[in-house]
Protein backbone atom coordinates (compact mmCIF):
# COMPACT_ATOMS: atom_id res chain seq x y z
CA UNK A 1 0.00 0.00 0.00
CA UNK A 2 1.42 3.44 -0.70
CA UNK A 3 2.81 5.70 1.93
CA UNK A 4 -0.22 8.40 2.89
CA UNK A 5 1.88 11.75 3.71
CA UNK A 6 0.07 13.95 6.48
CA UNK A 7 -1.99 16.57 5.47
CA UNK A 8 -1.77 20.20 7.03
CA UNK A 9 -4.80 22.37 7.07
CA UNK A 10 -3.75 26.03 5.96
CA UNK A 11 -6.36 28.73 7.75
CA UNK A 12 -8.28 30.86 5.35
CA UNK A 13 -8.40 34.37 5.73
CA UNK A 14 -11.72 35.30 6.93
CA UNK A 15 -13.38 37.96 4.66
CA UNK A 16 -13.97 41.05 6.65
CA UNK A 17 -16.67 42.05 8.72
CA UNK A 18 -18.42 44.98 8.71
CA UNK A 19 -19.65 46.20 12.24
CA UNK A 20 -21.73 48.68 13.27
CA UNK A 21 -23.65 50.07 15.89
CA UNK A 22 -26.41 53.04 16.17
CA UNK A 23 -26.48 54.10 20.04
CA UNK A 24 -28.81 57.03 21.26
CA UNK A 25 -26.86 60.04 22.69
CA UNK A 26 -26.65 59.33 26.68
CA UNK A 27 -24.78 61.77 28.86
CA UNK A 28 -21.15 60.29 28.09
CA UNK A 29 -21.49 61.12 24.38
CA UNK A 30 -23.05 64.03 24.91
CA UNK A 31 -19.98 65.02 26.86
CA UNK A 32 -18.28 64.28 23.70
CA UNK A 33 -20.05 67.09 22.21
CA UNK A 34 -19.49 70.55 24.05
CA UNK A 35 -18.93 72.19 20.18
CA UNK A 36 -21.42 70.41 17.84
CA UNK A 37 -24.46 70.36 20.15
CA UNK A 38 -26.14 73.20 22.30
CA UNK A 39 -29.30 74.35 23.29
CA UNK A 40 -30.83 75.94 20.47
CA UNK A 41 -29.90 73.39 17.67
CA UNK A 42 -32.53 72.52 15.45
CA UNK A 43 -32.91 69.23 16.53
CA UNK A 44 -33.02 67.57 20.20
CA UNK A 45 -30.56 65.10 21.49
CA UNK A 46 -33.06 62.64 20.87
CA UNK A 47 -33.20 62.62 17.40
CA UNK A 48 -29.45 62.25 17.51
CA UNK A 49 -27.95 58.57 16.98
CA UNK A 50 -24.00 57.91 17.34
CA UNK A 51 -23.33 55.48 14.68
CA UNK A 52 -19.62 53.52 15.22
CA UNK A 53 -18.84 52.33 11.67
CA UNK A 54 -15.81 50.11 10.24
CA UNK A 55 -14.29 51.84 7.43
CA UNK A 56 -11.53 51.52 5.21
CA UNK A 57 -8.25 54.12 5.54
CA UNK A 58 -6.08 55.30 3.46
CA UNK A 59 -3.31 52.82 4.53
CA UNK A 60 -5.68 49.92 3.07
CA UNK A 61 -6.74 48.69 6.77
CA UNK A 62 -9.97 47.97 8.34
CA UNK A 63 -11.11 51.54 11.14
CA UNK A 64 -13.55 51.90 13.34
CA UNK A 65 -15.02 55.72 13.32
CA UNK A 66 -18.03 57.45 14.50
CA UNK A 67 -20.66 59.97 13.07
CA UNK A 68 -24.09 61.33 14.59
CA UNK A 69 -26.73 61.80 12.74
CA UNK A 70 -30.61 62.12 12.73
CA UNK A 71 -32.18 59.12 13.98
CA UNK A 72 -34.54 58.71 11.10
CA UNK A 73 -31.34 58.29 9.00
CA UNK A 74 -29.15 56.00 10.81
CA UNK A 75 -30.36 53.05 9.38
CA UNK A 76 -29.67 54.19 5.46
CA UNK A 77 -26.19 55.77 6.27
CA UNK A 78 -25.65 52.43 7.49
CA UNK A 79 -26.40 51.08 4.73
CA UNK A 80 -24.56 53.59 2.92
CA UNK A 81 -21.11 52.85 4.55
CA UNK A 82 -21.79 48.87 4.39
CA UNK A 83 -22.10 49.67 0.03
CA UNK A 84 -18.87 51.73 0.57
CA UNK A 85 -16.85 49.30 2.63
CA UNK A 86 -17.59 45.94 1.06
CA UNK A 87 -16.06 48.09 -2.26
CA UNK A 88 -12.93 49.06 -0.07
CA UNK A 89 -13.62 52.66 -0.14
CA UNK A 90 -11.06 54.63 1.54
CA UNK A 91 -11.71 57.22 4.11
CA UNK A 92 -9.36 58.99 5.73
CA UNK A 93 -10.62 59.55 8.97
CA UNK A 94 -14.21 59.70 10.81
CA UNK A 95 -14.43 61.20 13.98
CA UNK A 96 -16.70 63.76 15.74
CA UNK A 97 -16.25 67.48 14.48
CA UNK A 98 -15.58 68.27 18.42
CA UNK A 99 -12.08 66.81 17.60
CA UNK A 100 -11.87 70.23 15.91
CA UNK A 101 -13.47 72.46 18.33
CA UNK A 102 -16.83 71.90 16.27
CA UNK A 103 -14.27 74.12 13.36
CA UNK A 104 -16.06 72.77 10.38
CA UNK A 105 -13.15 74.36 8.26
CA UNK A 106 -10.23 72.67 10.63
CA UNK A 107 -12.19 69.30 9.72
CA UNK A 108 -12.60 69.47 6.51
CA UNK A 109 -8.68 69.95 6.01
CA UNK A 110 -8.25 67.58 7.95
CA UNK A 111 -10.07 65.31 5.90
CA UNK A 112 -12.35 64.58 8.34
CA UNK A 113 -15.39 62.22 7.20
CA UNK A 114 -18.17 64.07 9.67
CA UNK A 115 -22.01 64.38 10.04
CA UNK A 116 -23.90 66.60 12.78
CA UNK A 117 -22.84 69.96 13.53
CA UNK A 118 -25.33 72.55 14.77
CA UNK A 119 -24.02 75.20 12.21
CA UNK A 120 -25.14 78.01 9.90
CA UNK A 121 -25.03 77.08 5.84
CA UNK A 122 -21.44 78.34 4.77
CA UNK A 123 -21.82 82.00 3.75
CA UNK A 124 -24.88 82.39 5.27
CA UNK A 125 -25.89 83.03 9.01
CA UNK A 126 -28.44 82.29 10.45
CA UNK A 127 -29.40 79.60 8.22
CA UNK A 128 -29.10 76.33 9.48
CA UNK A 129 -27.40 73.66 7.34
CA UNK A 130 -28.34 70.22 6.37
CA UNK A 131 -25.84 69.32 8.92
CA UNK A 132 -27.36 71.17 12.11
CA UNK A 133 -30.10 68.52 11.17
CA UNK A 134 -27.76 65.35 11.00
CA UNK A 135 -28.86 65.02 7.51
CA UNK A 136 -25.50 66.12 6.04
CA UNK A 137 -22.43 63.89 5.96
CA UNK A 138 -19.06 65.09 4.05
CA UNK A 139 -16.76 62.63 3.18
CA UNK A 140 -13.35 63.12 2.83
CA UNK A 141 -13.98 66.74 2.21
CA UNK A 142 -10.73 67.89 1.99
CA UNK A 143 -10.52 66.05 -1.41
CA UNK A 144 -14.12 66.28 -2.02
CA UNK A 145 -14.15 69.96 -1.45
CA UNK A 146 -17.76 72.23 -1.37
CA UNK A 147 -17.39 74.25 -4.11
CA UNK A 148 -19.68 76.91 -2.76
CA UNK A 149 -17.36 77.07 0.39
CA UNK A 150 -15.50 80.88 -0.20
CA UNK A 151 -12.79 79.12 1.19
CA UNK A 152 -12.73 76.42 -1.37
CA UNK A 153 -9.42 78.52 -2.83
CA UNK A 154 -7.31 77.89 -0.30
CA UNK A 155 -3.96 76.11 -1.42
CA UNK A 156 -5.06 72.94 0.67
CA UNK A 157 -8.33 72.49 -0.91
CA UNK A 158 -8.08 74.48 -4.49
CA UNK A 159 -6.25 71.44 -6.12
CA UNK A 160 -8.68 69.26 -5.54
CA UNK A 161 -11.22 71.19 -7.42
CA UNK A 162 -10.06 68.96 -10.48
CA UNK A 163 -11.66 65.87 -10.64
CA UNK A 164 -9.52 64.48 -13.30
CA UNK A 165 -6.63 64.90 -10.82
CA UNK A 166 -7.71 61.78 -9.02
CA UNK A 167 -6.70 61.33 -5.76
CA UNK A 168 -7.42 58.11 -2.80
CA UNK A 169 -11.34 58.54 -1.45
CA UNK A 170 -11.97 61.43 -4.17
CA UNK A 171 -15.74 60.55 -5.39
CA UNK A 172 -16.27 60.29 -9.08
CA UNK A 173 -19.48 60.48 -11.40
CA UNK A 174 -20.74 57.07 -11.73
CA UNK A 175 -18.69 54.92 -8.50
CA UNK A 176 -19.46 53.41 -5.58
CA UNK A 177 -20.54 56.54 -3.48
CA UNK A 178 -22.67 57.64 -6.13
CA UNK A 179 -24.50 54.92 -6.28
CA UNK A 180 -24.76 54.42 -2.73
Do not use: K
Amino acid sequence: TPATSPTTSVPTPSAPVYDVAITVIDETTRARMPHSWRPGCPVPLEQLRLLTIDHWGYDGAEHQGELIVHADHAEPIVGIFHALFDARFPIERMQLVDAYGGDDFASTVDNNTAGFNCRSVVGRPGSWSEHAYGRAIDVNPLVNPYAGDPRVSAPERARYLDRAAGAPGMIQPGDVVVHA
